[in-house]
């Protein structure tokens, strides 16, 4: 009993461990270090914003520009 359960285990973390491997060898987070600098850059400038509500709305719109960026980065559209 104990062997099927390791092995239903195994089959469990196996698309888990195949999809790790594929992020981990690809070449494109390495263009979407980019974006993180442009997070950090777009943060400053939402700090610097009146009054709080604008800077949380800065802060969201900075989000969103990062996950944009990052899909660019990765699919290349």
Known sequence: MQR???TRRR???T???LAIGLLA???APAHA???FVGLAAC???????PDWMS?????LDCELSLTNCI?????GR
């Open 4 to 6: 099927i359960w390791k």
């Open 11 to 13: 089959l469990h973390f």
């Open 15 to 17: 698309p888990l461990a």
């Open 25 to 27: 060898g690809s070449s």
């Open 33 to 35: 270090a980019n974006c």
């Open 43 to 49: 943060y400053q400038e939402s700090a610097l914003a």
């Open 55 to 59: 800077m949380w709305l800065q802060g």
């Open 71 to 75: 899909r660019i980065a990765v699919f």
